[in-house]
């Protein structure tokens, strides 16, 4: 078995060329070897070692092929997507909140009353959303995508903590989001809030592992 893997390790190592994660590459896909080639311990035939590997893990070509293919998918472009992605729901939610306040359209209106009549769906896809950009950077960038996780969530988080502050100090009149802003629903909205980096790190802890 420790032929198999350092045969696997040198053929991906010089798949990867001079790819510039490299030997954090190298080291994490020895790690997985050593868990995977220990449940694998009582099969005696080394093509059938070989062949539950290369099903679980991926031919070292394969390996390879992906991490320069993510290349291409920068940290930044990522991050901004993401940012971009929460600006555009809080500028969206605020234009529709300015409308049903200021034109009096009965289908608006209706519109409204549907959507605030559902309040914890629109908390729990909004933590979807969080959790769909931990699973995300945690595929695309595996291991190396914990720093960018935290940048992203921080800053893709200020627009929801000075929607927060304006709401809670009463800057913004409550009485625009009504019957939805209610004392309960504003504590439950802080709760989630708190709730969100713990989703955000679960999901790319999940996401990463997704990723081998």
């Not at 995977?36 to 311990?41: D, K, Q, S, Y």
Request: charged share 20%; with cysteine; proline share 4%.
């Amino acid at each position: 078995m420790e032929r198999l893997k350092n045969d696997f390790l040198s053929v991906l190592a010089e798949s990867l060329g001079r790819h510039p994660e490299r030997e954090s590459i190298l080291n994490e896909y020895n790690g997985h070897l050593d868990e995977l080639l220990g449940e694998l311990w009582e099969l005696d035939d080394e093509k059938a070692i070989r062949d539950q590997v290369y099903s679980r893990l991926g031919t070292p070509y394969e390996i390879a092929a992906m991490w320069k293919e993510e290349l291409s998918v920068t940290p930044s472009k990522m991050k901004w997507l993401f940012i971009a992605l929460n600006i555009f729901f809080f500028a969206g939610g605020g234009l529709f909140t300015l409308a049903h306040n200021l034109l009096e359209w009965r289908w608006l209106s209706g519109l409204w009353y549907q959507l605030t009549s559902v309040p914890i769906l629109i908390a729990l896809l909004y933590m979807l959303f969080w959790a769909l950009l931990g699973y995300e950077i945690g595929k695309g960038f595996g291991h190396k995508g914990n720093r960018l996780m935290k940048r992203t969530f921080i800053l893709a988080l200020l627009p929801n903590l000075t929607l927060m502050v304006l709401t809670v100090f009463r800057i913004v009149p409550r009485e625009w989001f009504s019957p939805l802003l209610t004392e309960t629903f504003i504590a439950i909205c802080i709760i989630l809030t708190i709730l969100l980096y713990p989703v955000c790190l679960i999901s790319y802890r999940w996401g990463k592992k997704a990723s081998v």
